[in-house]
Every structure is written in C-alpha cells, then in structure tokens.
C-alpha cells in the first residue's frame, strides 16, 4: 500500500475514534443539560418564564446537537486534511 492509502486509514481510524468518543459523551453532557432543565434550575417546563429564560433554555437544548455535530465536523476535517 502506498503512502496516501496509509494516511487514508489512519485518518478513517481517527474519525472513528472521535466519533467512538462523541458518543461515549453524549450520555453524560444529556444528563447536565437534562439537570439544568430541571425545576430547581432554569425551570424551563415552566409556561411564564421570561423571554431570556426561555432562548436560554433553546441554548442549552441545543449544546449536546452542536457537541455531536462540532466534533464529527472536526475528524472529517482531520481525514480529509490528511489525504491533501
């Protein structure tokens, strides 16, 4: 196998990596965000929160999306700079 087959693999190995990882932390960042949702926090299941209360409860819904989406974006970035 030449060289760029090589480094082809090896970026294909770290993508898996990362994307092994991004799901290993997927549970444990769903279980901080489903706290901070929670009545002793933002208390976002409430109807008459404030306007910021609520777009920060949007924020916070969306943190594990972008995680997920974030870190696969970087190990296709990864592969894809080492077969150049």
Known sequence: MNNKGQIAILGLMVLLFVVVIAIALADPLGEIIAGSRDATQLDCANASISTGQR??????????????????????????????
């Open 55 to 84: 777009i920060t409860c949007l924020a916070v819904d969306l943190t594990l999306p972008l995680f997920i989406v974030a870190v696969i974006a970087i190990g296709i970035m990864y592969m894809g700079n080492k077969m150049k």
